[in-house]
Every structure is written in C-alpha cells, then in structure tokens.
C-alpha cells in the first residue's frame, strides 16, 4: 500500500545525472564525478549494465578533469567489472589498460601492475593474442624502467601468456602456483577461472606436425610435400583460428578445410611445395581451439629439411645423322645441346670421340659450358676431316657435372 511513497531508482539515477551535468556547467568537475559514480551504481544494481558503463565512465573523465587520476582509474575499473559481467572482456581489459596507466602516472606502481594483468587476462579470454602480447611486453619495460611492485596477478597473466601465446612449455607446477596465488574480484572472477581453465588445457593439448610416411631430410624442388597436422586435447573442441609460418623457400599447395564438428583429436593432410633449393622450414602451426567454456591456443613444433635444386635433363641433339664426303674431304656437324628440366646443368663436359679414319679439322674434340637454365639451349659446330676410307662414326658425349647425367649421340660419316 505504501508502493506509490517509494521513489523509482531509475528516476533518482536521471536526477543525479542532471545534477552532475549542472555541476560541469558550473565548473566543478570534481562533484559532477560524485554525481555521476552514484548514478551509475543505481544503475548497475538495476541491471542496465550499458547505462551503468556509460556513467562510470562519465564520473571518470569528470575525475581526469580534475586532475585526479588515482580516481579516474578507479571509475575506469568500475566500468569495466560491469563490461566483465556480461562476458565483454575485450572492452573491459582496454579501460583495465587506461586505468593501469592513470596509476602509473600517480606512481601507484602495485595498482598499476594488477590493472595490466587484469587486462591482459581480458584480451586472452577476449581471443585477442596479439594485444595481449603488447601489453605483456609493456609491462614487462614498466618493470625494468622503475622498481614496480609485481602483483600476484601479473604472474599469471605473465604465464597465460607465454604459454598461449608464445607456446612456451611450463611446468603445471609452476603454473598452478601461479594460478592459486591469483587474487580476482567477485566481478573478475569468471574471466580468471575462464583463463586458468584454459591454460590448463593448454598444458595438456599436443598439436603436431609429421611427416604423412617416410621423414625426409633432403627434398627436391617443385616437388611434393604431404605433413599431417593433428591435434589432442582432453576436451572436444573445434579450430576457430590457425597462422601458419613458413620459409620463403617453401609455399603451400592446399588449404585444409577446418570444418570438422567438436572432438577430443582430429587431423589434416596438408600439401606443401619447395620453390627455392636451401632450407626449408614449415611451421610452427598456431591453432585456437574452442569449446564449451575452453580456449586453448596452442603452436606446433617446427619441420626442417634441405631443398635441393631441381634435376636437370639434357637432350644432345647432332645433325646431319649420316653424311658422305670423299678423302681429305671435311664433313661439318651442328650440335644443340638443351635443357629440359626443371633446374639449371652446371659445368657440363662435352667430348667427341672419333673413330681412326677421322680427325677434328675445325674446333676440339673436349670442351666445357659452365651453365645451361631450365629451358635453355646452346648450339656450336665441328668439322672432321676424312683420312681413310669406309663407314666412319663420330660420338659426341655430354655429361652435367652437377647431376653425373650423360647424354650420347652418334653419326656416321662415309667417306668415299
């Protein structure tokens, strides 16, 4: 009966807003924080998280104007423990970092340490490895700048990190040190369980590249690669994300299809192709595997191996096949000499064999080309000379000093 006396808290949040905004107007920043901090606590207990935000948020910069930044980090946090209620970790651990940095300034060095470990741990259960990354690095320079105060915290964050993002193999001792001396609030609570658990299953997830049959330390170019990525985990999950690291010697010749449902360990066939000769090295393969309430980012180990340079094949061609001539006479011959494989014939040596009743007239019976590419050709000529008569024969030899390949071809000669 007595309902209509009570006031409707949304409405008491308005007026408060009002008031703040009066405050500003009137050049106090300071009371419009107040204002605005009571206002979205009214509304956060009334679950209008967004309004709630907004209003933290508000107090904040009102705060900032008047140079207090102990208190604006405050707010900042404030906002983002409401961001974390509703699982919108990303944009609650940047106001974390913002707050982080207000208690730098103010040399708060703890405050400032914890901030940044809570946003780092934001980003990771956010999916943001790469942010979460720069921040650790950033953290990591406050505390080698200044004599920073490390929260139990950051030892985790710091953990979670090397072993997500960077694959780093740790000790679950260790780990698990770190994660009991971890100190969330009531409102950051499921994001560092969430995180933790994760971590965890890191620790126990393989993911693993090998050789799909025989190990092959020495490949040739262009020619076909087959490695199996596979991965286990105690946990059905499925990939939401993959980067694959490789060589510039080496590119990949078919995108697996990550489309398989959750399950505790899956595999691919995935085909790669060496173009340069050198070393080769494919991987690591950094997958993210989710599931229901599981994030596991994990990398593979490296595969490395030697390309070698593409087999050559030569092809000797000589014209005329048969020739007549008479005594004393000479006979001329052109030779091509080609290259039809995939890689360059290095210092190939060209011999001519002559049976007794012929001599060179005209150029060397042994000669050497230092280079013939893929594709490419050369063509010189010789001219014997008759020195007795019948059915004569010129052998022309050319052998690849690179590969040991030789190629022969033989005309007649009949001298009249």
């Not at 969330?184 to 693993?208: G, H, K, M, Q």
């Not at 000589?318 to 001329?332: I, M």
């Not at 024969?393 to 000093?401: E, K, S």
Request: charged residues 30%.
């Amino acid at each position: 009966m007595f309902k209509f006396m009570k006031s409707d808290p949304l409405k008491k949040a308005k007026k408060l807003v009002d008031k703040a905004l009066d405050e500003i107007e009137e050049g106090y920043p300071d009371y419009a924080s107040t204002a605005y901090e009571k206002a979205a606590r009214i509304f956060h207990e009334a679950e209008e998280i967004d309004f709630a935000v907004k209003y933290f948020r508000e107090a904040a910069y009102c705060a900032l104007e008047s140079d207090d930044h102990y208190r604006g980090a405050e707010m900042k946090i404030a906002a983002a423990e409401c961001l974390f209620l509703e699982g919108r970790y990303d944009e609650g651990a940047n106001l974390y970092s913002e707050a982080s940095d207000h208690f730098h300034r103010e040399k708060k060095s703890r405050e400032s340490n914890r901030s940044l470990a809570i946003a780092i741990i934001g980003y990771l259960g956010a999916r943001n490895f790469s942010t979460a990354t720069n921040l650790q690095r950033k953290a990591e320079k406050r505390l080698t700048e200044a004599s920073t105060k490390i929260h139990a915290n950051y030892d985790l964050a710091k953990l979670a990190v090397t072993i997500l993002c960077e694959g780093s193999e740790i000790e679950k001792k260790v780990f698990e040190k770190a994660a009991a001396g971890a100190k969330p609030t009531p409102a950051e609570e499921v994001l560092v369980n969430f995180v933790i658990n994760s971590v965890r299953l890191a620790l126990d997830t393989e993911v693993t590249l090998d050789w799909a049959g025989k190990t092959q330390n020495n490949v040739p170019v262009k020619s076909k690669i087959e490695l199996e990525l596979q991965y286990k985990c105690p946990a059905d999950v499925h990939v939401t994300d993959h980067r694959l690291s490789l060589s510039n010697s080496v590119i990949l010749s078919n995108q697996p299809e990550f489309r398989s449902s959750p399950s505790k360990e899956e595999s691919w066939l995935i085909e790669f192709t060496p173009v340069l000769s050198g070393d080769g090295v494919i991987g690591p393969f950094t997958i993210t595997l989710e599931g229901d309430k599981v994030l596991v980012h994990k990398h593979s180990n490296v595969i490395k191996f030697n390309i070698a340079r593409a087999p050559s094949d030569l092809e000797l061609l000589v014209s005329p096949e048969r020739v007549s001539c008479n005594l004393s006479d000479e006979a001329g011959f052109e030779i091509e000499l080609k290259n039809n494989g995939d890689g360059p014939a290095d210092n190939i040596h060209i011999r001519i064999e002559l049976s007794e009743g012929l001599e060179i007239s005209l150029g060397s019976e042994e000669k050497t080309i230092n280079f013939i590419g893929s594709g490419d050709r050369i063509r010189f000529q010789i001219y014997v000379r008759a020195i007795s008569q019948g059915d004569e024969l010129v052998t022309f030899h050319a052998v690849d000093g690179r590969t040991g390949q030789e190629v022969s071809k033989t005309s007649m000669v009949r001298v009249g």
